[in-house]
């Protein structure tokens, strides 16, 4: 490996080496307060040797890690969205009274097979950085233990994730045997070459099982809502944007070098995918008593959106997915971040009634939430109007009617249940007492302040962030 | 940049009504009040300008104009720009602004802050809606001013106001993400015609779009601005936000609101999709003229007064829509007083009924009834009002449906005449109204004070605007002459566009 190539990864290196660093200070001495100061540090650092990296690519580092701008792109938001997560579990994580330290660790090692996904081009790496994300999110899941059903939880996910890996490794190995190749450039070649037989459509079907249970799509989204519920919120916000952001980055550079538009059978997958999420997604969430467990849905039926623009395809897809996936993280982050600023570390207000009258006694949080909301459900001056105004117009450049027809009409079954929250926030009556007397932590309102603003930047001004996309998705589609 | 100032001042005036509202509700009143106020003025500089220049040079496309970048990469910017119909329809925004601030500001006592803001806001977004001149800032502003509007309804209306302020909020996204679509689908096929993305107005008229296309991007518009107008199948969610609708609610949604999908159909409809409106001029002739009836027969069956005037509204916007439909001076004309007269009268209806509803706390004009007595001033309002709104003439309303009517007589004599039935049946809603309310025997014995002086200013303001406009409608329709000849243009109606304009001073003028 030449120094040139070790340069490029240092983002990843960087991120490796923070857990070890923390593992050794831990066996020094605990203390909490170093460590979360440690995370930020690193992850700072990170982002400076990501932005430090951008004009070295694109490199190829021997056959299975690609640093390119997309890569680095991906691992930037991804890094970023981690950061978020730290700022709003340190309240969470301060309460517990052992082994605080060791969710950074397995935060930062989830976000580390997260970024290898994200920057790879080959089978090996995918899987690779896959099982390092899903092993870290069986402790994550399961990490605060307070509530009955953490642990059931991190089981659930333990089983699921397992045999949707082993459905990935198998379809992995089917069209190895059909096409003999395993890195991205090479399987392009040959499939140019042979086209798509019985055998290896099964492969690429066996992989969208596993590829879709990540990203939890209609019909592998079982585990979500169970999952969120259960887990911590931060944890919630950390599943719905860190471990999907790495499997959506590595699909769309696989379906993209594979020229995956210009075969029926793999669009077809794709579009019923979609409308199901959308649907379903949706539908499912209208039924919902618990914000959690909402957003869960709402997180679904957003992937759904999301496939829409990547099925659209060429510079635009990638272009407005990408740009759909960065909005829609800053807005599930706000969102699950407003729930865990007014949890307390054993009673999560998790109930819409929870919410019932915020605005009268917290204007400001309950304003934020709505900004939030109404980011979901892309309603002007939020970053999720810009994202989904990208995203239809991905789809009608492309023609998807059908697509964009079921995109509008979801979103509209969307509102209702967005509103819901929304209603119950400004409703008179109020039970919030338990409440009144939870105090906000530094970390908590800045991220929250934070994201508030990222939002309605993005929903105003939204021009820098596009530039940006832009000039990656050209470069990636020129090589 | 004036223009951006209009919206500029009535958010920051929002803002800062929010923030000191919460120290004295008062600053809160005052604020909003001199916002609009400054506004106004001007509104009002704006429309001596333009009074003058008329007269100078033959319809420039656009009187003042601000454009600025956005989205560059989308080809989005920030333009706004106002020519006559822009104009008097801003005119009519911060008059109803003014009043509606005024009408708050005894009946809101709570959140008073939180309310203005709100008001301003969506004050700011209709003007953005009147003056947008590209259309992804034009559809931006659209749903801006749907979010405080939907927190008017959900926070401060009457009993069912939840059910109301969800019923208005997805009726009206769910149409306007038609709307998104189809104004994408013509971005895209001006865009792979000329190599040019962009969301410019001026550029996108003339995109030649083949005949099937055009009718279902059309139909996107059009489904967004019927169900902002109401017509007929789409109006279900109006009864029920205007009536829950605190009284300033009422009043911009009646009068302005409305407005923004007639304002559509004339901005966008027609002139982008000729071919296709012309196809679609007979079912718009019986979406209007089914509007008109069965509005007036429904608001004849109800009971709740603000109900009632809700459905007259759905009546009288049918006229807009076989207005629009006709395709002549005339009855393009007609529509845009309509559109005023609509504005006021509606809205001094709606006033009233809010003015009784603090007093005797009931909308029920079964329990209402000999009031005239008690309250003589009130009584004469609401009898003027009522008269204006079955259009008698003097009255700015008359105006606007004989304009109307004469117009769509040309285009189908037969569907303008079931229509014109229309005028029979608002004279019976209007009367009753006037004689339930305040005619007759009392049912209840009400202990209450006729109009204070805020109100009489209030009632005072519409009077004259409704008297003077009735009587010399020439004013607004100087004004929105170029834009009716903007709009003649596009369909290709040029030739008879004189011979018809000597008639239409002739009748105005009474030559």
């Given at each position: ?15 490796a ?12 001495k ?10 930020l ?20 580092v ?12 991906y ?17 969470y ?16 090692l ?50 699921l ?18 096409y ?10 040959a ?15 066996l ?69 199901a ?90 304003i ?11 309603i ?38 967005y ?14 007492q338990?409440?009144?007397n ?39 589609i020129?090589? | ?21 919460r ?60 020519d ?50 590209d ?11 749907l ?39 013509l971005?895209?096929?001006h ?16 995109t ?112 807009v ?53 008690k ?62 309310v ?5 049912v ?12 009489i ?17 020439q004013?607004?329709l ?19 566009l004189d ?13």
């Amino acid at each position: 490996m030449s120094f040139f190539e070790i340069e490029s990864l240092r983002p990843l290196i960087i991120i490796a080496g923070i857990p070890v660093l923390i593992m050794l200070s831990i066996a020094v001495k605990r203390n909490h307060l170093f460590t979360f100061w440690l995370s930020l540090i690193g992850l700072c650092a990170a982002f400076i040797f990501i932005l430090r990296t951008v004009p070295l690519a694109p490199i190829q580092v021997k056959t299975i890690i690609i640093v390119d701008s997309f890569s680095l792109f991906y691992i930037g938001l991804l890094a970023a969205s981690v950061f978020f997560v730290f700022l709003l579990s340190f309240n969470y994580i301060n309460k517990q009274d052992h082994n605080r330290e060791e969710f950074y660790i397995l935060i930062f090692l989830a976000l580390l097979g997260s970024s290898v996904m994200a920057s790879s081009n080959h089978f090996v790496s995918l899987f690779l950085g896959l099982e390092i994300l899903s092993v870290s999110l069986y402790g994550l899941i399961s990490f605060i233990q307070v509530k009955d059903n953490s642990l059931e939880a991190g089981i659930k996910y333990l089983i699921l994730a397992s045999v949707s890996s082993a459905f990935l490794l198998f379809g992995m190995a089917l069209i190895y045997a059909v096409y003999g190749r395993m890195d991205f450039p090479g399987l392009a070649e040959a499939l140019k070459l042979n086209g798509i037989t019985p055998v290896s459509l099964a492969g690429f079907a066996l992989i969208i099982v596993g590829v879709g249970f990540k990203l939890a799509l209609v019909p592998f989204h079982m585990w979500t809502p169970d999952i969120y519920q259960a887990a911590s919120a931060p944890v919630s916000g950390f599943i719905a944007t860190v471990s999907k952001g790495g499997m959506f980055a590595v699909l769309l550079r696989f379906y993209t070098e594979l020229n995956g538009h210009q075969y029926k059978s793999l669009t077809l997958l794709f579009s019923i995918l979609a409308i199901a999420s959308m649907l379903t997604g949706n539908l499912l969430a209208l039924l919902q008593n618990n914000v959690k467990r909402i957003l869960a849905y709402s997180s679904i039926s957003h992937f759904g959106y999301i496939l829409v623009a990547f099925l659209a395809g060429g510079k635009m897809g990638i272009e407005s997915s990408t740009f759909y996936l960065a909005a829609y993280f800053v807005t599930i982050l706000g969102s699950f971040g407003i729930v865990s600023v007014l949890s307390d570390y054993d009673n999560e207000a998790e109930l819409i009634d929870n919410y019932q009258g915020l605005f009268w006694k917290r204007p400001l949080l309950s304003i934020v939430f709505t900004a939030m909301l109404f980011s979901l459900a892309g309603i002007p001056l939020t970053a999720g109007f810009i994202g989904k105004y990208y995203v239809l117009a991905a789809g009608v450049n492309s023609s998807l009617w059908l697509l964009v027809i079921v995109l509008a009409g979801a979103s509209v079954i969307g509102l209702y249940y967005y509103l819901r929250i929304v209603v119950s926030m400004f409703s008179q009556s109020s039970s919030l007492q338990n409440q009144s007397n939870l105090k906000f932590t530094l970390s908590g309102t800045a991220a929250l302040g934070l994201l508030t603003v990222l939002v309605i930047l993005f929903g105003v001004y939204p021009s820098g962030l596009i530039e940006v996309i832009q000039t990656l998705a050209k470069n990636f589609i020129s090589y | 940049m004036i223009l951006a100032w209009l919206i500029i001042i009535l958010m920051l005036g929002g803002i800062l009504a929010w923030i000191t509202g919460r120290i004295n509700p008062l600053f809160a009143r005052w604020i909003s009040l001199v916002s609009i106020f400054i506004d106004s003025i001007i509104v009002i500089k704006i429309w001596i300008d333009y009074k003058q220049q008329i007269n100078l040079t033959a319809s420039p496309s656009w009187f003042i104009e601000i454009n600025s970048k956005w989205v560059p990469q989308f080809g989005i910017n920030f333009h706004l720009a106002l020519d006559g119909l822009s104009l008097i329809l801003v005119a009519l925004t911060v008059f109803l602004g003014l009043l509606s601030v005024l009408i708050s500001w005894k009946e809101i006592n709570e959140r008073v802050g939180f309310f203005h803001f709100n008001l301003l806001w969506i004050l700011a977004g209709i003007i953005g809606v009147f003056t947008a001149s590209d259309l992804f800032l034009f559809y931006f502003f659209w749903e801006v001013m749907l979010i405080p509007m939907y927190f008017l309804i959900g926070i401060w209306g009457h009993e069912n106001r939840i059910y109301a302020s969800y019923k208005f909020f997805i009726f009206t996204q769910a149409s306007g993400l038609l709307m998104l679509l189809a104004i994408l689908g013509l971005y895209f096929i001006h865009g792979s015609q000329t190599g040019i993305y962009t969301f410019e107005y001026m550029q996108l008229l003339g995109t030649k779009i083949n005949p099937s296309t055009a009718f279902f991007l059309m139909l996107g518009f059009l489904i967004a601005f019927v169900v902002k107008l109401p017509a007929v199948p789409f109006h279900s969610w109006l009864p029920d936000a205007h009536t829950e609708a605190p009284t300033a609610g009422s009043v911009i949604l009646a009068g302005l609101l409305l407005k923004t999908g007639a304002y559509g159909i004339l901005r966008f409809v027609i002139p982008f999709f000729p071919d296709a409106s012309k196809d679609f001029q007979t079912v718009a002739f019986i979406l209007g003229a089914a509007g008109i009836l069965y509005g007036a027969m429904l608001a004849f069956a109800q009971t709740d007064l603000k109900r009632l005037v809700a459905y007259s509204s759905v009546s009288h916007m049918g006229f807009v829509l076989l207005g629009a439909f006709s395709f002549n001076q005339l009855s393009l004309q007609g529509t845009v007083i309509q559109l005023v007269a609509h504005g006021i009268s509606t809205g001094a209806l709606f006033i009233l009924a809010g003015m009784l509803q603090e007093r005797i706390h009931t909308r029920d004009i079964n329990v209402m009834g000999g009031l005239w007595s008690k309250v003589p001033f009130m009584g004469g309002m609401g009898l003027l009002f009522a008269l204006a709104s079955l259009g008698l003439p003097g009255l700015v309303n008359f105006i606007a449906e004989f304009l109307i009517l004469s117009g769509a007589y040309q285009a189908n004599i037969v569907l303008t005449g079931i229509a014109a039935l229309g005028l029979i049946a608002s004279t019976i809603y209007s009367l009753r109204i006037v004689q339930k309310v305040f005619y007759g025997s009392p049912v209840k014995e009400w202990p209450i004070p006729d109009l204070n002086a805020r109100e009489i200013l209030i009632m005072g303001a519409l009077t004259v605007v409704v008297v003077w406009l009735g009587l010399f409608p020439q004013h607004v329709l100087d004004i929105s002459k170029s834009s009716v000849k903007k709009i003649l243009n596009s369909i290709g109606k040029t030739e008879v566009l004189d011979n018809n304009h000597n008639k239409l001073e002739e009748i105005t003028l009474g030559k």
